[in-house]
C-alpha cells in the first residue's frame, strides 16, 4: 500500500470512530428518558411519594405507656445540672429525645464526665440510648451554658409490670481537670 492509500484508510477509521463516539454519546442522551419511563411503569418512583405519609414505625407499642422520670446530679462539681423535662409518657418502640440543660458556675474551665444509673435496674437492658452527652466527657468554659440531648428507644420487650423508668445522670469532675496554678 502506498502513503495515500494508507491516509485513506486512516481517514475512513477516524471518520467511523467519530460516528461511532457520537452515536454513544446521543444514546447516553436517549437512556435519561427511557429510564424514566422504566422507573414509571415498574413503580420504582412511587416508593416515596410526597404527599404520602412516611411509613408508621411498626417497632412502636402503641398499646401502652411508659413513664421516664429524668433526675440530674453534680457531686462535688460546681455546676447546675437538670432536664427540661421532669418526665415523658411515651409508647416503647418510639424514639425519644430530652435536652438536658447545664452551667459551669466556676470561674474556670471545668471538664466532667456524665454517669447514668437506671431505677429499676432491670430498665437497663430495655434502654437503647442512640445519643447522649455521657458518651463523652464535656469540657464547659467558665460561666459556660450547654443544652445536650439525649436520643433513645425503650424496647417494646420491656416487661409489662414496668410502668416508670428513672433515668438519673450524675456528673464528675474529671481527674486532672481541676486548676492547680493557685
Partial sequence: MNRSAIADANRQTLRRLLAVSALMFGFGFALVPFYDKICEVSGARNVFKPDQAPPAN????????????????????????????AHVAIHPGALTEVVYEIRNT??????????????????????????????????????????????FVIDPKLPKEINTITLSYTFFEVAGSKDTSG
Fill in 58 to 85: 411498626t417497632q412502636v407499642d402503641q398499646s401502652r405507656r411508659v413513664t421516664v422520670e429524668f433526675d440530674a446530679n453534680t457531686q462535688r462539681l460546681a455546676w447546675s445540672f437538670r432536664p427540661l423535662e
Fill in 106 to 151: 466556676l470561674d474556670r474551665p471545668v471538664t466532667g464526665q456524665a454517669v447514668p444509673s437506671y431505677g429499676p435496674p432491670d430498665a437497663l437492658q430495655y434502654f437503647r440510648k442512640l445519643e447522649c452527652f455521657c458518651f463523652r466527657q464535656q469540657t464547659l468554659a467558665a460561666g459556660e451554658v450547654r443544652r445536650m440531648p439525649v436520643v
